[in-house]
């Protein structure tokens, strides 16, 4: 037999849970009310700071002095609502404009803080501090950036290294280069558009890449010296044909179809020879130089060779020939 | 200068930026926030020139422009791309694009760029 519960207790279950409800239904009004007054302000603050920062982009010689004054005038709130709004235009402009909308942050005081998160234990913070840094380009930028590209965490790297290939310098060149290692952890890709940014200074850094101790180092070297078709890269190219590392042959390989030498063409015909993977890639780079220089390498492929790096040089088969 | 110009980016601050930097070069700035509000004002205005974003959700820059040419306005077009999208430079082209400018973009470049368009 069931004993029914006492009425009062069931009349204080149900106050108990009318007043959850109602105290739930309180919060959630107090926090879309606070929610809704946060953006309010954040309209009011944008309407009132962004025709400052608008007009920062357009300023010309000693406009700029007067704006930043106005800017360092501001309430802290303010300003920090300036500097990031100057740091998200950062992301589409280059040029003067740019070179006023760092004016901006830095009055605004948004570099210490950046700095400051890039020794954040959060990765992602560091991650979005080192994208800052690459924007905003502060003094000591390039040296902080450096350390970034060395950080624990891959993405925190991957971001700098994309970053330092805004820096026009020799120093940053060495980083996105270290970073075209196997094992950097940064996708080759954004390594080697961050070399592309540096024009001349990279296809210097990368030929001496190709001769790093490190043969990771000169593989990724190896692989972008034909994207960036650095003048002189031609001859070391040849030399790592030779490479004790074979993943190090292959890539020179690679980019000897994008520079070929007529040097390579006795180092690949010997590489041909060897077969496998390795012959079959030293036939596709004979393969792709000019006929003239080739054409005695090709004919001893055609006698020699197994026939998958016959196939690779463009050679029919010998029973389809016969 | 003078001029009247049409303005077509969804983001505000760059359709601000390129609005303040035109009009301090003395034109007269319109601005529009997406592909629909903008062929209609390309439609409905007289331009000396247009800078049209690509990439913009809905109807694309290279949408507008196609549907503009398709309708004989030859008004000069200056489209905005995101850099590495040469495909959208390619396409742009082919619907009767007159030059482009890619983002990250100078908004002294792209003055110049407008400027060249008036004639």
Partial sequence: MITPLPAEFLWVVLIASSALIVGSLAALLLQRTRRHARARRREALDAQLRPLVLEATVAEGDEIDDVLERVRALARVEREHIGRTAYQMLRDITGEAATNLRAVADAAGLVPRVVADTRSRDAVIRADAAEALGLLAPEGALERLRELARDPSPEVRTVAVRALGGFDDDAAVRSIVAALAADSGVPATVATTALLQQGWAAGDRVRLALEDEDPSVRRGAARVAGILQAPGSAERLVALVDDPLESVRIAAMRSLERVPSRDAVGPLVRAALEGGVLGEAAATTLLAMPGAWTREAIARIDHEAEPGVRRAAGLRRKEAAA | ?119
Avoid: C, H, N
Wanted: hydrophobic share 45%; charged share 25%.
């Fill in chain 2, 1 to 119: 200068m003078s001029g009247r110009v049409l303005v077509v980016d969804d983001d505000r601050d760059i359709r601000d930026l390129v609005a303040i930097k035109l009009e301090s070069a003395g034109l007269d700035v319109e601005t529009r926030p997406d592909g629909p509000q903008g062929l209609e004002a390309a439609l409905d205005g007289s331009w000396a020139a247009i800078v049209l974003d690509v990439m913009m959700p809905g109807m694309s820059g290279i949408d507008v422009l196609r549907s503009l040419r398709e309708r004989g306005v030859q008004t000069p077009v200056i489209l905005l791309t995101a850099r590495g999208q040469e495909k959208d430079v390619e396409a742009g082209f082919a619907a009767g694009a007159d030059d482009y400018v890619t983002k990250p973009f100078s908004p002294r470049a792209l003055l110049a760029r407008v400027t060249a368009a008036l004639g």
